[in-house]
């Protein structure tokens, strides 16, 4: 059966591979902006507690925020008020500087790529004129508009020839959370929105998306807001992560590194999870590491993990193998060296021993402060 036509056919590689994209990313234009939450509040009229209450941070211009909390603790009423899908109760929004509650509604919309669960791309229109939705709303000319069409879906991996006049009926999960991706990036926004983006995709595809959509974020560096319910995708996809309480509180607002060396309190490090010491080991890849040289280990080694995995995924190779030292091989196959369980547990005591330097460096720096 012929599925090039169906839903049955994933398709190339989701985004563009290191080095296979790269000069049509560069043609691509691409801005980012700061945005930053000055003590928003969100009130709805009945209820006696806020669903925001007074959050305030920063996303530098060019970086994933990824909101996380249990149920109820306004993640996305976070969201949906930055683009104003939701009226903010009192508290200020600047984007690029500038207050988004000085702006037309519609406008500021159009000037936000969103991608929600289920993409949410029009059953009736082609993928071409879903990504052109904007572009076209915005006034661009049909030739710019049909430029930028081809360029995004050479950006997403599909043939534009191709894929252009498909449905969205006609592709698979996987397929139109792309498109909807490149819909997003159509009008070259200064922030993108993503609630739970994901969430609806399956296991093994969920994973791939995952790395691609950071592999095309290290090209085109867009301001992004991720929304998740899940710990392990926040920590994998945020440069920075808010987590929420209950009522829309902020219980800590940080780099995963730090909030799983350093949570704020009781309630982070139980969101968080006992095991956050093994989901250390997802921030660093293999070839972070020094490794053993090949030789120095006598016992021929079957398993092999690439030098781009995590420390995390290397782990259970290694444990898959019954403890024994894996292969670290480079993009070709080569050799690197030999990761074993003693390099890793070097490698969590001199994080553990560089954290508490710092730690005790600020408390310094903070008696001074207070001396002075």
Same mark, same amino acid.
């Given at each position: 059966?012929?599925?090039?036509?169906?839903?049955?056919?994933?398709?190339?590689?989701?985004?563009?591979?290191?080095?296979?994209?790269?000069?049509?990313?560069?043609?691509?234009?691409?801005?980012?902006?700061?945005?930053?939450?000055?003590?928003?509040?969100?009130?709805?009229?009945?209820?006696?507690?806020?669903?925001?209450?007074?959050?305030?941070?920063?996303?530098?211009?060019?970086?994933?925020?990824?909101?996380?909390?249990?149920?109820?603790?306004?993640?996305?009423?976070?969201?949906?008020?930055?683009?104003?899908?939701?009226?903010?109760?009192?508290?200020?929004?600047?984007?690029?500087?500038?207050?988004?509650?000085?702006?037309?509604?519609?406008?500021?919309?159009?000037? &936000?790529?969103?991608?929600?669960?289920?993409?949410?791309?029009?059953?009736?229109?082609?993928?071409?004129?879903?990504?052109?939705?904007?572009?076209?709303?915005?006034?661009?000319?049909?030739?710019?508009?049909?430029?930028?069409?081809?360029?995004?879906?050479?950006?997403?991996?599909?043939?534009?020839?191709?894929?252009?006049?498909?449905?969205?009926?006609?592709?698979?999960?996987?397929? !139109?959370?792309?498109?909807?991706?490149?819909?997003?990036?159509?009008?070259?926004?200064?922030?993108?929105?993503?609630?739970?983006?994901?969430?609806?995709?399956?296991?093994?595809?969920?994973?791939?998306?995952?790395?691609?959509?950071?592999?095309?974020?290290?090209?085109?560096?867009?301001? &992004?807001?991720?929304?998740?319910?899940? &710990?392990?995708?926040?920590?994998?996809?945020?440069?920075?992560?808010?987590?929420?309480?209950?009522?829309?509180?902020?219980? *800590?607002?940080?780099?995963?590194?730090? &909030?799983?060396?350093?949570?704020?309190?009781?309630?982070?490090?139980?969101?968080?999870?006992?095991? !956050?010491?093994?989901?250390?080991?997802?921030?660093?890849?293999?070839?972070?590491?020094?490794?053993?040289?090949?030789?120095?280990?006598?016992?021929? *080694?079957?398993?092999?993990?690439?030098?781009?995995?995590?420390?995390?995924?290397?782990?259970?190779?290694?444990?898959?193998?019954?403890?024994?030292?894996?292969?670290?091989?480079?993009?070709?196959?080569?050799?690197?060296?030999?990761?074993?369980?003693?390099?890793?547990?070097?490698?969590?005591?001199?994080?553990?021993? *560089?954290?508490?330097?710092?730690?005790?460096?600020?408390?310094?720096?903070?008696?001074?402060?207070?001396?002075?």
């Amino acid at each position: 059966m012929d599925t090039s036509h169906t839903a049955h056919n994933e398709g190339p590689s989701a985004f563009a591979k290191p080095g296979e994209q790269g000069s049509k990313a560069a043609q691509l234009e691409s801005k980012a902006a700061e945005l930053e939450l000055q003590r928003v509040s969100k009130r709805y009229d009945g209820q006696r507690e806020p669903a925001i209450g007074d959050l305030s941070f920063t996303v530098p211009a060019g970086e994933v925020c990824v909101l996380v909390g249990p149920s109820g603790s306004g993640k996305t009423t976070a969201m949906r008020l930055i683009n104003r899908m939701i009226s903010i109760t009192s508290g200020d929004i600047l984007l690029g500087g500038s207050s988004v509650l000085e702006r037309d509604a519609r406008e500021l919309r159009r000037e &936000i790529g969103y991608v929600i669960q289920q993409t949410g791309l029009f059953p009736h229109q082609t993928v071409g004129e879903n990504i052109a939705t904007v572009p076209g709303l915005l006034g661009w000319p049909k030739q710019r508009i049909a430029d930028r069409v081809h360029e995004l879906l050479e950006l997403i991996g599909f043939d534009p020839e191709e894929m252009a006049g498909r449905y969205p009926a006609q592709l698979s999960g996987g397929q !139109r959370q792309r498109v909807g991706v490149a819909r997003a990036l159509a009008a070259d926004p200064p922030l993108m929105l993503m609630d739970e983006p994901f969430g609806a995709i399956d296991p093994i595809n969920r994973a791939r998306l995952q790395d691609e959509f950071l592999a095309l974020q290290r090209m085109v560096k867009k301001t &992004i807001v991720f929304v998740t319910h899940d &710990i392990d995708e926040a920590i994998k996809m945020g440069d920075r992560i808010v987590i929420l309480r209950d009522g829309g509180q902020l219980a *800590q607002y940080d780099t995963p590194r730090e &909030i799983l060396i350093h949570p704020a309190d009781d309630f982070v490090a139980q969101f968080v999870g006992a095991d !956050r010491g093994i989901k250390r080991l997802s921030l660093t890849t293999v070839g972070e590491l020094k490794l053993a040289a090949p030789e120095s280990v006598t016992q021929a *080694q079957a398993a092999t993990v690439p030098a781009q995995a995590s420390v995390k995924d290397a782990l259970s190779a290694i444990l898959t193998a019954g403890g024994e030292a894996v292969s670290v091989v480079d993009p070709d196959g080569r050799v690197l060296g030999m990761l074993t369980l003693g390099l890793i547990e070097q490698m969590l005591v001199a994080e553990t021993a *560089q954290a508490a330097h710092e730690a005790s460096v600020e408390a310094a720096a903070c008696s001074s402060e207070v001396s002075a």
